[in-house]
């Protein structure tokens, strides 16, 4: 089970999306040998990327990079509006050093230079046209002393909360097989719930939360979204009406090519190519998402700066990739 289900409420001003990951998953993590306390927090951030990818407004790609100078270096996961996604994580230590229930806020290193950068790509942009990109610290101020964030999906409610989106929670789970997760947001008051009056709207946004905080890890791991949305919200359907919509399907998809390793050597300029092939025989690396494995010899790399011409690397491409 791979699904996104997205619902909303007839008697409160609601939007929440439901997700279920398995196999996706584990196809990022077979390729992949981080420790355990790495995966759970890997798992959260690829839970919160895809729920927050099926919010977007607009086409293109929502990417979730969390960075610091503690043990994860970085950590990123990008998925698509069609739900396909990625995700790796560099360590700056060895993994055999980093104890199995490692929090959040100590490999991030959150009290001080750990930060989350999100970045909303739309996929018509317009070459030279900077992507919109928000970046928290993972750390809340409280009277004098500073605290660390304990979670991803509360790092991403300081990152709402920030950046000033919509009232949104985030609830996520995640294991060696499964990812669940659900969010909740609060929609404006007007607009297709303009028949709610403010006073309502403020009632049904607080008891909405209310049936949200009591999903377990237990259920968010196990559950079908379907069976999810019936048991939190059954009386809130039968009451006020909770509609959902057909699930769609999340997958892992990696967008790496020898093209854009082609574009890595050209950055990197033929001098310094060169010299990697006298030093080694040929260029090789290893996709870092999906462990796809490019090798160029010294014909290929000739082939490379035949054509000078740089295709932007660093952008992801736009639709139809
Ligand atoms: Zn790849």
Known sequence: MNELLVFVCDGAPVRGEIISISTAWQAVLERR???????RILGDFVGA?????????????????????????????????????????????????????????ELLDATSSGRLVITLDPSDREPGQPP????????EQQGGSIKPVASAAEAIGLYMQKSEQLDTRIWLASNDTHIGGLLLQRMPDSGGHAHIDSQNAAEGWTRIQTLGETITNE?????????????????????NGVRSFPPRQIRF???????????????????EVQGI???????????????????FDAVDCLQVFKTDLLSDATRPPSSGH
């Open 33 to 39: 040998n981080d420790p355990p306390a790495v995966r």
């Open 49 to 105: 990327a895809t729920l927050l990818s099926a919010s977007l407004k607009f086409d293109g790609t929502l990417i979730i990079q969390a960075q610091s100078k503690g043990p994860i270096q970085f950590l990123v996961v990008e998925c698509k509006s069609d739900l396909s996604m990625r995700a790796t994580v560099k360590l700056s230590v060895d993994s055999s050093e980093i104890a199995p229930n490692a929090s959040l806020g």
């Open 132 to 139: 919109y990109q928000g970046i928290v610290a993972l750390q």
């Open 219 to 239: 259920e968010l791991l196990t559950l079908a979204p379907e069976t999810t949305l019936r048991r939190l919200f059954l009386e809130e359907s039968t009451e």
């Open 253 to 271: 998809s990696c967008r790496c090519s020898r093209n854009k390793v082609a574009d890595v050597l050209r950055m990197l300029g033929e001098e």
């Open 277 to 295: 092939l006298a030093e080694q025989g040929a260029v090789e690396t290893v996709c870092e998402f999906c462990a796809k494995p490019y090798r």
